[in-house]
């Protein structure tokens, strides 16, 4: 069974930035087959999509975020990770990763980390 | 940015059976790409519920299937029980936005 766990720091103040780390046991991501992803809930909201990658040579991210948003693969440590710069309030959400089934553009999320609430203090 | 509609909410009787539909355009689920579905329960991760339109993963019951045609996909629930109540969200690929999005999010009430 795969598994995911996200870590990182719960507090982060304004305009720093963001990282969190997603260890996956079950599953090797050097394997290939299918992406890795992070996800954020804002408080009360729904669901967005912040990046994707495979294998280190494509990663995907939001529009929304691109220009803030860093993803890779550390394959030695079987994780992945996640760097959001330039943090405000805005980033204020639970993050999930999450492996990424299929091809990407009909991709879905089958396995889910159990999330990671992260905050921004002025 | 949420471009898949959702009602926010659809309720019923237990045994009863509830739709939840998702409204997308031409840049998403008109475009052929599919649509999946996912089930959260407060405060934990969502749970992949139907992928590809219309499969269910292992585990999950007969009794929830997924439809697509068009811009629009529905979920259906039928023998509504008190486990299913929780919030719902489809999601596709957008090709304008060459990525992910999900839906606005319905809640399920059981009465």
């Known amino acids: 069974q795969v598994q995911l766990q996200e870590s990182g720091p719960g507090l982060v103040k304004s305009s720093q930035t963001l990282s969190l780390t997603c260890k996956v046991s079950?599953?090797?991501?050097?394997?290939?087959?299918?992406?890795w992803s992070w996800i954020r809930q804002h408080p009360g909201k729904g669901l967005e999509w912040i990046a994707s990658i495979y294998n280190s040579a494509k990663t995907y991210y939001s529009p929304s975020l691109k220009s803030r948003v860093s993803i890779s693969l550390d394959t030695s440590r079987n994780q992945f990770s996640l760097k959001l710069s330039s943090v405000t309030a805005a980033d204020t959400a639970a993050y999930y990763c999450a492996r990424t089934y299929g091809d990407f553009v009909f991709g879905y999320f089958d396995f889910w980390g159990q999330g990671t609430p992260v905050t921004v203090s002025s | 940015q949420s471009v898949l509609t959702q009602p926010p909410s659809v309720s019923g009787a237990p045994g009863q059976r509830v739709t939840i539909s998702c409204t997308g355009t031409?840049?998403?689920?008109?475009?052929?790409?599919?649509v999946e579905w996912y089930r959260q329960l407060p405060g934990t991760a969502p749970k992949l519920l139907i992928f590809?339109?219309?499969k269910r993963p292992s585990g999950v019951p007969d009794r929830i299937s997924g439809s697509k045609s068009g811009t629009s996909a529905s979920l259906a629930i039928t023998g509504l029980q008190a486990e299913d109540e929780a919030d719902y969200y489809c999601q596709s690929y957008d090709r304008s936005l060459s990525g992910y999005v999900f839906g606005t999010g319905t809640t399920v009430t059981v009465l």
């Open positions: 031409n840049s998403n689920l008109g475009a052929g790409y599919d």
């Open positions: 079950g599953d090797s991501i050097s394997r290939g087959g299918w992406y």
């Open positions: 590809g339109n219309t």
